[in-house]
């Protein structure tokens, strides 16, 4: 009878919690590595959000935990953007366009020779073939506000004088 009662909770229990974990995915940014998610905004023509970050900076964590977390970005991110995080200190090789070059190279080259320090957010515009750098921490409030700007500026919609 404890056998019958297990299996009849078991049959109940599992479709919620493969419920539970695909709600659980789709309210947590899938972030991909640049080499991968690069690749996919030229494919897509979808803007690349770029984040990058060093391990042992605050404010990145922060962001992380205040702003990347919140479902208000998740969902405008996941529509209009492909999330990359970016951490040029480590050692690896990154592809471009121009072939394999180093993180620290792949930094310079996105901040035109002027890494201004973590976080910064750099959006790619496939469309325009830009980069946007925007350093330092958002909120969610501001941080809504530039995506939305973002968006409006890859479509044509506005002309940017500051980020």
Same mark, same amino acid.
């Given at each position: 009878?404890? =056998?019958?009662?297990?299996? !009849? &909770?078991? !049959?109940?229990? #599992?479709?919620?919690?493969?419920? +539970? /974990?695909? @709600?659980?995915?789709?309210?947590?940014? /899938?972030?991909?590595?640049?080499?991968?998610? =690069?690749?996919?905004?030229?494919?897509?023509?979808?803007? +690349? #959000?770029?984040? +990058?970050?060093?391990?042992?900076?605050?404010? &990145?964590? %922060?962001?992380?935990?205040?702003?990347?977390? %919140?479902?208000? @970005?998740?969902?405008?991110?996941?529509?209009? *953007? !492909?999330?990359?995080? =970016?951490?040029?200190?480590? %050692?690896?090789?990154?592809?471009? $366009?121009?072939?394999?070059?180093?993180?620290? /190279?792949?930094?310079? /080259?996105? $901040?035109?020779? $002027?890494?201004?320090?973590?976080?910064?957010? *750099? *959006?790619?515009?496939? $469309?325009?073939?830009?980069?946007?750098? !925007?350093?330092?921490?958002?909120?969610?409030?501001?941080?809504?506000?530039?995506?939305?700007?973002?968006?409006?500026?890859?479509?044509?919609?506005?002309?940017?004088?500051?980020?």
């Amino acid at each position: 009878m404890q =056998f019958r009662n297990f299996i !009849v &909770c078991m !049959v109940l229990i #599992l479709p919620n919690l493969t419920f +539970a /974990q695909e @709600v659980n995915n789709k309210t947590k940014l /899938q972030w991909l590595d640049w080499n991968e998610g =690069f690749l996919k905004s030229n494919n897509e023509q979808k803007i +690349a #959000l770029i984040d +990058a970050y060093t391990e042992w900076c605050g404010w &990145c964590k %922060k962001m992380d935990r205040d702003t990347y977390a %919140k479902t208000s @970005v998740i969902d405008k991110i996941n529509e209009n *953007f !492909v999330p990359i995080k =970016f951490n040029p200190e480590i %050692k690896r090789t990154y592809k471009t $366009s121009n072939g394999e070059i180093s993180g620290r /190279q792949l930094l310079l /080259q996105l $901040s035109n020779n $002027s890494p201004s320090g973590y976080p910064t957010t *750099f *959006f790619y515009l496939p $469309s325009k073939n830009e980069i946007l750098p !925007v350093p330092g921490y958002y909120g969610e409030k501001d941080f809504m506000n530039l995506l939305d700007k973002i968006v409006k500026y890859s479509r044509g919609e506005i002309e940017l004088i500051n980020n």
